[in-house]
């Protein structure tokens, strides 16, 4: 898949999608790994790969019982039947907009995302807010972690960066709070690096980070 970047003085970006050979994974190509997939602790689907092998995936995690988490990115519009198998959305502000209609402007507008976001299926939802954080919405509570100061270069792959370590470090048996933290963290020092790979940072980056941070 080529992705294209392109980036402003406002430390805010947009990303062209080209998929070329994501389009080419179809339903029947999971059928093949079934077993290995039912191995897994949770299945982390992202909306760049046809719609009904995302579908397919969720499908196969419900029947062996796996957590299905879904970054609704690029933002379009799913099926309620999809949204019903996830367990964990992480969507964006562009993206949460997409699916439920508000701009989550303020702590009650995320407040509002959250909770209609829920009646669509998903028990936990968390809501990337960029520099200002992100919001968590759960059964019980909604809270909104703040984000880390850092010197923000490029902001590619922030998303990226929080989903994988919030996905991460929760299957590692930390709280949903604790998560979100680690996540954020992943997010702030991948925007420290310029391009999408290369500011992946690594978990003992993160844990120092979280160290240096938590001590101040």
Known sequence: MASPVIYDSENDNSIIIVPRANNSLLPHHLDQFEDFISKMDLIMLQLEIPLETCIRAAEIGKKHNIPILLNPAPARSLPKSFLQM?????????????????????????????????????????????????????????????????????????GDAFCGGFATILMSGVTTQEALRYGNACGALATTVLGAEPSLPNRDAVETFLFINNSR
């Open 86 to 158: 996830v367990d964990i959305i992480i969507p964006n502000e562009v993206e949460v907009s997409q699916l439920t209609g508000i701009n989550v402007d303020d702590l009650e507008l995320l407040q509002k995302a959250g909770s209609r976001l829920m009646e669509l299926g998903p028990k936990l939802v968390i809501i990337t807010l960029g520099e200002r954080g992100a919001f968590l919405m759960d059964s019980e509570r909604g809270l909104l972690e703040k984000s880390f100061t850092v010197n923000v270069v490029d902001p590619t792959a922030a």
